[in-house]
């Protein structure tokens, strides 16, 4: 059993910077794929970013690319996203997930099949 935990969230001006956290438990962290979804007000839920097990690897949505950047740090057992030059469009509610042994790539095309999800943290982008 994974917990996850996001913080970070908040209220910026667009062009402005977010740091989300996603703090994991448990102590086989590394062994899991990360990704970050949002999910606007009226709008389903949607692919934002992943990140590999070891870090290397990462994939982001087109909306986001460019702008936003996941790390992690297997040795807290977290997992961030750095989202700069945000715009009123980024506002939602961001979940961090976790999917056993996945790979970065396929987390965009298998969303249900993480196993394990946050609660989400409120990002508000104001015009």
């Known amino acids: 059993q994974v917990q996850l935990v996001e913080s970070g969230g908040g209220l910026v001006q667009a062009g402005g910077s977010l740091r989300l956290s996603c703090a994991a438990s448990?102590?086989?962290?590394?062994?899991?794929?990360m990704g970050w979804f949002r999910q606007a007000p009226g709008k389903e839920r949607e692919f934002v970013a992943a990140?590999?097990?070891?870090?290397?690897?990462?994939d982001y949505a087109d909306s986001v690319k460019g702008r936003f950047i996941s790390s992690r740090d297997n040795a807290k057992n977290t997992v961030s996203l750095q989202m700069n030059s945000l715009k009123p469009e980024d506002t939602a509610i961001y979940y961090c997930?976790?999917?056993?042994?996945?790979?970065?790539?396929?987390?965009?095309?298998?969303?249900?099949?993480?196993?394990?999800w946050g609660k989400g943290t409120l990002v508000t982008v104001s015009s």
């Open positions: 448990g102590r086989t962290f590394s062994t899991y794929v």
């Open positions: 990140i590999s097990r070891d870090g290397f690897s990462t």
């Open positions: 997930a976790a999917k056993m042994n996945g790979y970065a790539f396929d987390v965009r095309h298998n969303t249900a099949a993480m196993d394990y």
